[in-house]
C-alpha cells in the first residue's frame, strides 16, 4: 500500500497526528518526525495528543512528559485517558500506574 499526497493538497491540522502514526507504521520513521514537527508547529493540538502518537511509536517517556504537561494545562482530552486505545498498551507501565493515580482514576 502506498501513502501519497498531491503536492498542491493541504493537510489540515486535524491529520498530522494521524499521518505521524500511519508513516510511522509505514516504517517511514522520517516522515512521521516531520508529522510531528508539523504539528508542533501548527499549534493546534493538545499535549495529550503527541502523547498518544508517542505512545503509539513506543515512545513511553517521551508520552508521560506530554501526559504531565497535559495535566498541568488541564487539558480537556484527558477526561478519556483511561479508556484510550493508543495509552491502554502501556497500562502495565508503573509510570503510566503512577499517573493514572495522580488522576484519581483506577488502575
Known sequence: MKLVQSSSER???GQL???AM??????RKA????ALA???????YLPSDFARV???RGDLT????YLKQARGTHDIDLFYIK????????ESDRRYKAFLRKMNLPE
Do not use: I, N, W
Request: proline letters at 3%; charged letters at 30%; hydrophobic letters at 35%.
Open 17 to 19: 497526528s494521524g499521518l
Open 83 to 90: 479508556g484510550d486505545p493508543l495509552l491502554r498498551t502501556h
Open 31 to 34: 516522515d512521521s518526525d516531520k
Open 54 to 56: 508517542h505512545a503509539f
Open 22 to 27: 500511519v508513516y510511522y507504521a509505514m516504517g
Open 38 to 44: 508539523a504539528m508542533e508547529q501548527s499549534k493546534a
Open 62 to 65: 517521551r508520552a508521560m512528559d
Open 11 to 13: 493537510v489540515d491540522d
